[in-house]
Nanobody, 127 residues
Framework: QVQLVESGGGLVQAGGSLRLSCAASGRPFSSYAMGWFRQAPGKEREFVAA????????YYRDSVKGRFTISRDNAKNTVYLQMNSLKPEDTAVYYC????????????????????WGQGTQVTVSS
């Protein structure tokens, strides 16, 4: 069992920045690839970014490339999402998720491939 707790959400003006954190507990954090997803009102939850067990590989949805950065600190059992140049369309509840994976597993973008989820943190970007 893995417990995930997100933090760092809030209200920010367009063009601003936020850093989300996701603290993990339970099984060894370094055994899990991590992902961030988001769900805007009235829309389905969508993939945002993923990072490998070691942090050496990352992957982003096209609309956030160059603006968002996913990173992790395995010593602190925490994954981060640095969000810069925020836009109103980034408004959503952001969730982190973990996926038990081997060292050579490719990064995944589908929700069903992730095993554990946090409760989410609200990000609101005003225009």
């Amino acid at each position: 069992q893995v417990q995930l707790v997100e933090s760092g959400g809030g209200l920010v003006q367009a063009g601003g920045s936020l850093r989300l954190s996701c603290a993990a507990s339970g099984r060894p954090f370094s055994s899990y690839a991590m992902g961030w997803f988001r769900q805007a009102p009235g829309k389905e939850r969508e993939f945002v970014a993923a990072i490998s067990r070691s942090g050496s590989s990352t992957y982003y949805r096209d609309s956030v490339k160059g603006r968002f950065t996913i990173s992790r600190d395995n010593a602190k059992n925490t994954v981060y999402l640095q969000m810069n140049s925020l836009k109103p369309e980034d408004t959503a509840v952001y969730y982190c998720a973990s996926r038990y994976s081997s060292l050579t597993s490719p990064l995944r973008t589908a929700q069903y491939e992730y095993d554990y989820w946090g409760q989410g943190t609200q990000v609101t970007v005003s225009s």
